[in-house]
């Protein structure tokens, strides 16, 4: 019998910890969720609405076989170890490995790891908790809401415009971008002019007449100026103040998100994938171990544990004058302070340290989320700042200065943070300055920018919709749906994205919206603090909800489907396109009668030729629509590959080689290399 049991969200999480506790312990993984609710019901949504919102769980698909296992595991063990993650959704998943495992009160703890390091995995093991009733309501309560609103809304669309889904959080983000596309159709573009006076050292610009500020809006505003000034400006006056400049707080998921994508380029889904990773734990040479903590937080902490040996590394590397303090700040709304930020397990993991045991990407980020975090306790940067004012008959000039005189926490953070010093010459006020030319320069005012995935992500935080956690899928999910496209890396809604924002605000304006689902995040939030029954807050919602989602199927026009000038060759009524399960098909417009499907000639994506044969490597769809690469000779010949061939032999077994997200790799031996 194993004395005790530990069970874990992530396989490679599952052997790191292992290690960690020895013979004593056996530790296995869940592999995420165990069970999801039903799909029987009313609509399908697997909750008794009648009764309480009672929610119906059955096991996911294929996850028969792991319940089985943890059960055998259970029953040989005499104590139990939750160990899932340390959020909400961890919470749940702890209480339904408990209630599908059968586990009693007396036979389990509940552990939370939030940093996979030896020391901390032994503390967290010392010193147990239980589960948090409120927190998985609360976490049940989302999952309830997500499921009513998304089966609800997207059958109506599906059925009337032919859209493929809809969600509480989701249509809320495509309303912004759609939102944000209006701004820009809807504006018009004003003109101005600028002034700018050049002289040997340096550039001033227009910026007053006497004491008030100008704008100059046509030409003939700009040449009135150019009339009426000289080519001597006198120095009215010189300020100069030295500013300090502070570093930013260590990352929270959303920052981390945010500056991944701007910096580095990385789409939110994969930031948080390597993230993952950097978290479960990394063989270095002589240990597995966690190089980062747990990465879903939005709390901006730091922990004695670590600030202080970090204050000790800053001293001794950098100098006392380095030393920097914990910068404070006004705790947010919904911010759920359950751990410490992001950052690293150990100051003295250096990134450089540890950069032969990671792939590329995975130093990329780990040297962000580690140079971020030591900035953040390093000193203020201090720069002297110059502005000097000219006049030239009442019109005032500017021109502004910079010099960095102490780098401070830049020492560290200058490859994402530039400051570029601006010098200017030795000047005194009352002199006069001639200016070797002047320019006058047309500009138009410009409409606001659309969202990039970084700007998508702060507005939703700081609108408080949704979690940091679920941006990443939120996005993916409008992108699949083809809801919006990427333009210059910017999102730009499609039709059937406005489509699908209109027809949501046209029958629910007051429930999809901005202010709703901040209001409802601050209801789970006291859900989870116990200050609000769950499932009254469920009842509240669809006694609004409900009606108009009848109402909608009553009243909202169904969308005629699009013909394509062609003859039905059956029974000669028009041909349309049609929206089904696997995408766009032409079929006959006198459907249910005539059932005719146009065939359309399936495009063949050639790759390389087969290095088995003389057929060609093709792209193909399993029935799921999953990608997988075949030859043309099948079944004659059986190749298959679910991940691209490149036509390069291996240097080790001469077989052929693939590409694997950012890795070469051997499709036969365990030769790879980076991209």
């Not at 019998?1 to 013979?23: A, Q």
């Not at 309480?52 to 769980?57: I, Q, R, S």
């Not at 859900?527 to 006694?543: D, H």
Request: glycine share 4%.
């Amino acid at each position: 019998m194993s004395k005790h049991l530990v069970i874990v969200e992530s396989p490679s999480k599952s052997k790191t910890i292992e290690k960690y506790l020895g013979s004593d312990y056996k530790v296995v993984s869940s592999k995420g969720h165990i069970r999801d609710l039903a799909t029987s019901g009313k609509y399908g949504l697997g909750v008794d609405i009648e009764n309480g919102f009672k929610p119906n769980y059955i096991p996911i698909s294929g996850k028969k076989k792991v319940i089985t296992e943890l059960k055998k595991d259970v029953k040989d063990s005499d104590i139990v170890y939750l160990a899932s993650d340390p959020d909400r959704e961890g919470e749940a998943i702890a209480w339904h490995l408990k209630d599908a495992l059968k586990i009693s009160d007396k036979n389990y703890k509940r552990v939370l790891f939030n940093e996979i390091t030896h020391d901390k995995v032994i503390a967290a093991i010392n010193n147990p908790t239980v589960i948090d009733d409120n927190l998985v309501r609360s976490q049940e309560t989302r999952r309830i809401l997500d499921r009513i609103i998304g089966f609800r809304l997207s059958k109506l669309l599906q059925n009337k415009i032919g859209a493929k889904s809809a969600g509480r959080v989701q249509s809320v983000a495509l309303k912004l971008i759609v939102d944000r596309e209006r701004e820009i159709d809807a504006f018009n573009p004003e003109e101005y002019w600028t002034i700018t006076s050049k002289f040997d050292e340096f550039d001033s610009n227009l910026f007053k007449y006497k004491d008030k500020d100008i704008e100059l809006t046509c030409e003939d505003d700009a040449n009135k100026v150019l009339d009426s000034i000289g080519e001597d400006y006198t120095i009215e006056s010189i300020d100069q103040k030295a500013k300090n400049k502070k570093s930013k707080f260590p990352f929270i998921t959303s920052t981390l998100q945010q500056e991944a994508s701007t910096k580095l380029g990385f789409p939110a889904r994969k930031t948080m994938s390597i993230a993952q990773k950097l978290y479960e734990g990394i063989d270095l040479a002589n240990e597995t171990v966690g190089l980062i903590t747990y990465m879903r937080t939005d709390s901006i902490r730091l922990s004695d544990d670590f600030t202080k040996p970090a204050y000790k590394y800053i001293k001794e590397k950098y100098g006392n004058e380095y030393v920097g303090y914990i910068k404070k700040s006004k705790k947010t709304e919904n911010v759920q302070d359950a751990h410490e930020a992001i950052r690293p397990t150990s100051i003295m993991r250096e990134p450089l340290k540890v950069k032969e045991y990671l792939s590329n990407d995975e130093f990329k980020l780990y040297s962000l989320i580690y140079k971020r975090t030591l900035a953040s306790l390093m000193s203020d940067a201090k720069v002297d700042q110059t502005t000097i004012i000219l006049n030239n008959n009442d019109y005032k000039f500017k021109t502004n200065g910079q010099v960095l005189i102490f780098d401070g926490y830049l020492k560290v953070y200058k490859d994402y943070e530039s400051s570029e010093d601006k010098i200017l010459p030795e000047l005194k006020e009352g002199e006069i300055l001639t200016t070797n030319d002047v320019l006058k320069e047309q500009h138009f005012t410009k409409p606001p920018a659309r969202y990039t995935e970084a700007k998508l992500i702060k507005e939703l935080e700081e609108l408080g919709i949704g979690r940091p956690s679920t941006y990443a899928t939120i996005i993916d999910t409008i992108k699949q749906r083809n809801y919006v496209e990427l333009v210059e890396k910017k999102f730009k809604p499609t039709e059937i994205g406005i489509e699908t924002t209109d027809k949501l605000q046209e029958f629910f304006s007051d429930l999809i919206n901005v202010e709703y689902t901040r209001d409802m995040e601050e209801e789970l939030d006291d859900i989870a603090e116990g200050k609000l029954v769950w499932n009254k807050v469920l009842e509240e919602f669809y006694k609004l909800f409900e009606p108009r989602v009848k109402n909608a199927f009553d009243e909202m026009e169904k969308k005629a489907p699009v013909e394509t000038g062609e003859i039905c060759p059956e029974c000669g009524n028009p041909l349309v396109i049609r929206k089904g399960r696997y995408g766009e098909f032409t079929a006959c417009s006198n459907y249910p009668e005539c059932k005719y499907i146009k065939k359309e000639p399936k495009e063949v994506k050639e790759i390389m030729d087969c290095p088995n044969c003389d057929g060609k490597i093709i792209e193909r769809k399993t029935r799921k629509g999953k990608i997988f690469y075949g030859c043309s000779n099948y079944p004659k010949c059986k190749f298959a590959s679910w991940d691209m061939p490149i036509n390069e032999k291996c240097p080790e077994c001469g077989k052929i080689l693939v590409e694997k997200k950012d890795k070469i790799k051997c499709s036969e031996c365990s030769y790879e290399r980076e991209k």
